[in-house]
């Protein structure tokens, strides 16, 4: 099993910038990909940005050039650096990994752009 953490997150104006942090902890040995996932209300969970041993780095298109994720394979850290936020990043940020076998989710953290 594997337990994540996450912290960063809450209220910016449009422009601005947050810094998403998660720390894995548990069966982290056998993680091959870690990211961030957001969900709004009455849609579905969408991938922002991950790292994988498998497909490298990925970023949603509307996030490119804005968003920078950077994970951490010795402190089992995963961060999304956010910035130039709009009111359409308004979310629930999930912090995500996987180990090949099972998924695992973090508790999530609010992200309200809006002035």
């Known amino acids: 099993q594997v337990q994540l953490v996450e912290s960063g997150g809450g209220l910016v104006q449009p422009g601005g910038s947050l810094r998403l942090s998660c720390a894995a902890s548990?069966?982290?040995?056998?993680?091959?990909?870690m990211g961030w996932y957001r969900q709004t209300p009455g849609k579905q969970r969408e991938l922002v940005a991950r790292?994988?041993?498998?497909?490298?780095?990925q970023y949603v298109d509307s996030v490119k050039g804005r968003f920078t994720i950077s994970r951490d394979n010795v402190a089992n850290t995963v961060d999304l650096q956010m910035t130039s936020l709009k009111p359409e990043d308004t979310a629930v940020y999930y912090c995500?990994?996987?180990?090949?076998?099972?998924?695992?989710w973090g508790q999530g953290t609010q992200v309200t752009v809006d002035s």
């Open positions: 995500y990994a996987a180990d090949g076998m099972f998924e695992y």
């Open positions: 790292v994988s041993s498998r497909r490298g780095t």
């Open positions: 548990g069966a982290v040995s056998h993680i091959n990909a």
